[in-house]
């Protein structure tokens, strides 16, 4: 592959030939017309992604941490009672990021690769009152997929805000965040938004800036702090400028080209198209004889899968698969992390990747010692793709 290697990790992933076109152009001044342009359209384009024509973009130079902390710094105050419902490493993150800002953090428990039921969590909001509660769309460390429409409504009916970790999931999960009552919903431009590392987004509806401005305390971050960011937000959609840190210029620009190329797509495509290329995958996988770190196949999301590696196989396979021209990541989680591994499926990879993936894992595997029926992994994805 001109040797290049496929990158199939969980973010950051292949991107469009156009987005990085848009990143290998001279960098524009923040204040130049053709920016401010860019910067508005980027800005209105990321309602229609994340469809939330009520919400209030934000996006910054940064990692999807940052972007977390955007939320959480921005909507909690010390001392607040807030709800974290247990998904794996990045909800444990996002409990932190709660603690760092003062907040008292419970937690809804739940067993690796599984996820409390929002009947637990309609139990947990009953119990206490909370002020916001977090969600992780999909944790990357086990490739489960939270119910967010139904924890969401759970929150909307307990009156608590809630907080939508949607850094492996925005652009590739189903994600209504005005419909379903997501009060924030965050992700970072590396994963199935397309865009190279280093941009930090999300959009607050009207309920969180309202929380936001009835605050008693100061926000804990100058950088954070939505008052230095809503003005610059809200000039640019106006496509005037403004300033409080200089924009990832060349990223925002090729964030506009992305995020076309997503609604040219159309959302309800890309969902569907999300969906049979994971399907796809995991069928290549369990023909190998391979199962998942979600317990159930309907949390299997459609962002990453988390294979366990099969009996006598272990993380030093990662290397062979790379050899033949396809990157995976390790495991993560840090209860399992040397048992299973992890694959990026999102944003533009389709069927190509997908069986180029599929294909690079059966010689990696077998070099490794692994016995099984060589292409029966692949002729198992093709037939998914094939019936569509
Ligand atoms: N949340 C989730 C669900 C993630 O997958 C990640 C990154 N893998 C993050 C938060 C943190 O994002 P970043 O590494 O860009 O800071």
């Not at 199939?8 to 001279?26: C, N, R, Y």
């Not at 490739?143 to 590739?172: E, H, K, Q, T």
């Not at 369990?286 to 998942?292: E, I, L, P, R, V």
Request: charged share 25%.
């Amino acid at each position: 592959m001109r040797g290049k290697r496929l990158l199939m990790i969980p973010g950051p992933i292949e991107f469009t030939d156009e987005v990085l076109a848009e990143t290998g152009k001279s960098t524009l001044s923040h204040v130049d017309p053709v920016f401010i342009e860019d910067f508005g359209q980027a800005l209105e384009k990321m309602r229609s992604v994340w469809l939330s024509p009520k919400g209030q973009p934000f996006v910054v130079a940064g990692s999807g941490t940052l972007a977390m902390e955007l939320a959480v710094a921005n909507v909690t105050e010390p001392g607040d009672e807030v709800l974290v419902v247990n998904a794996g490493y990045f909800s444990d993150r996002m409990a932190d990021v709660f603690r760092t800002h003062g907040a008292k953090v419970d937690i809804v428990p739940s067993v690796i690769g599984d996820l409390p039921t929002v009947e637990a969590v309609r139990k947990r909001l009953g119990a206490k009152k909370y002020k916001v509660m977090s969600i992780t769309h999909v944790d990357t460390s086990t490739g489960a997929r939270a119910d967010v429409r139904g924890l969401a409504a759970a929150a909307r009916d307990a009156g608590v805000l809630s907080i939508v970790d949607g850094v492996c999931a925005v652009a590739g999960e189903e994600l209504r965040q005005d419909e379903w009552g997501v009060d924030i919903a965050l992700t970072a431009s590396q994963k199935a938004l397309g865009v190279p590392p280093g941009l930090a987004l999300l959009i607050a509806g009207p309920r969180a800036l309202d929380v936001f401005r009835a605050r008693k305390h100061p926000v804990g971050s100058y950088y954070c702090d939505w008052k230095n960011w809503l003005p610059v937000m809200e000039a640019y959609e106006a496509r005037k400028a403004a300033y409080f840190g200089t924009p990832a210029v060349n990223l925002v620009r090729a964030l506009k080209v992305s995020l076309g190329q997503i609604l040219e797509e159309g959302m309800d495509a890309r969902f569907r198209r999300h969906a049979l290329g994971a399907r796809a995958f995991r069928a290549g996988m369990k023909a190998m004889g391979m199962s998942f770190v979600p317990v159930r196949e309907e949390l299997c999301a459609s962002t990453l899968s988390a294979p366990f590696y099969p009996e006598g196989i272990d993380a030093g396979v990662l290397r062979l698969v790379a050899a033949e021209g396809v990157v995976l990541a390790g495991g993560l989680h840090p209860e399992i992390k040397s048992k299973y591994f992890r694959i990026g499926h999102m944003g533009m990879s389709e069927a190509p990747e997908i069986l180029a993936t599929v294909g690079a894992i059966e010689r990696g595997f077998a070099k490794a010692g692994y016995r099984f029926e060589m292409g029966a992994a692949s002729a198992a994805a093709q037939a998914i793709f094939s019936e569509g």
